[in-house]
Nanobody
Framework: QVQLVESGGGLVQAGASLTLSCAAS????????MGWFRQAPGKERELAAA????????YYLETVKGRFSISRDNDKNAVYLQMNSLKPEDSAVYSC????????????????????WGLGTQVTVSS
């Protein structure tokens, strides 16, 4: 079992930056592809960013490319999402999720592929 806890969300103005953290316990995250999903009210959950075990390779949703950066620190058993130049349309509940264990550079965008989830952290960007 992997327990995931997100932190770092909040209310910011457009153009600001936030860094989300996902701390894990129970198992080492080094063997899991990690994703940051987001879900806004009335919208489907979407994969904003992910990072694989091998490479590691990063994936970004087209609308966040160049603004978001995902990283992992296997020593701290944590994953981070640096979000810059935030826009109102980035407002959502952000959840980290773990897919695995697996050792490859493949990213699954379907939430059903992810076995473990945190409760999420709210990000609200005002205009």
């Amino acid at each position: 079992q992997v327990q995931l806890v997100e932190s770092g969300g909040g209310l910011v103005q457009a153009g600001a930056s936030l860094t989300l953290s996902c701390a894990a316990s129970g198992r080492a995250l080094s063997g899991y592809t990690m994703g940051w999903f987001r879900q806004a009210p009335g919208k489907e959950r979407e994969l904003a960013a992910a990072i694989t075990t091998v490479g590691p390779r990063s994936y970004y949703l087209e609308t966040v490319k160049g603004r978001f950066s995902i990283s992992r620190d296997n020593d701290k058993n944590a994953v981070y999402l640096q979000m810059n130049s935030l826009k109102p349309e980035d407002s959502a509940v952000y959840s980290c999720a773990a897919d695995g264990p697996r050792w490859d550079s493949i990213v699954a965008s379907n939430p059903r592929s992810y076995d473990y989830w945190g409760l999420g952290t709210q990000v609200t960007v005002s205009s």
